[in-house]
């Protein structure tokens, strides 16, 4: 399973940390560096990465006792399946291509990519032109990034239920959330990972 864009961060400066200095950042590094309001977030957002692979977190009360576990190598082609809006919603397309994306970066079951249009993301790092790798599943939990059908066209943004409503929030301040019935709300997929330029295959994991 992927990284959201904030456990990301976590885990990239953890990441860099261990390979710059040879041992692991301490919670109040992580806090201070990060910009966390208590060493509780810190060590949820630790955990959360931890229960996704990326970290262990050892049973002791040694300080600096964080450790980087090996992401698997490797690559596999998965379908790319057109655009999608970061934006208002626009029409769905399939297109009958695939791209190579790391193996490491792939959620459970079957995951696509698709192009970005728009940049109603842009506060998640999530620019236009990018290629995200989505995860196809039908549920997702509050605040996770998705892709998802409203009344049939397709959109990325943040996912919120409200009653029997659902609300796609999007990443930029300037822009208004998409409410909509349950019903007219089709969850596609939920993003796992970003390829930022296609041709020169740079990645990013959430």
């Known amino acids: 399973m992927g ?86 919603p626009i029409e769905a397309v399939e297109v009958p291509e695939s ?20 940049d109603s993301m842009i506060e998640e790092g999530i620019r236009d032109g990018d290629i995200l790798i989505v995860a196809r599943q039908p549920r997702a939990e509050n605040g996770q990034t998705v892709v998802a059908l409203v009344r049939g066209e397709a959109t990325v943004k943040n996912l919120y239920r409200r009653g029997d409503g659902i609300e796609l929030r999007p990443a930029n301040s300037e822009m208004a959330p998409i409410r909509a019935d349950a019903q007219d709300v089709e969850i596609v997929g939920t993003v796992v990972g970003l390829l930022r330029d296609y041709r020169h295959r740079l990645f990013r994991r959430f």
Do not use: C, W
């Open 99 to 118: 791209v190579e994306v790391p193996e490491s970066f792939l959620g459970e079951g079957d995951n696509f990519a698709l192009k970005v249009r728009g």
């Open 3 to 88: 990284l959201t864009p904030a456990q990301d961060r976590v885990y990239q400066f953890v990441r860099n940390y261990i390979q710059q200095r040879g041992y692991a950042p301490s919670y109040e590094e992580i806090r201070t560096q990060l910009g966390f309001r208590s060493l509780n977030a810190v060590f949820k957002h630790l955990k959360q990465i931890e229960e996704r692979g990326y970290l262990r977190m050892p049973l002791s009360n040694r300080k600096r006792s964080l450790e980087l576990v090996p992401l698997r190598t490797g690559s596999a082609a998965i379908p790319f399946l057109g655009v999608v809006a970061a934006g208002t």
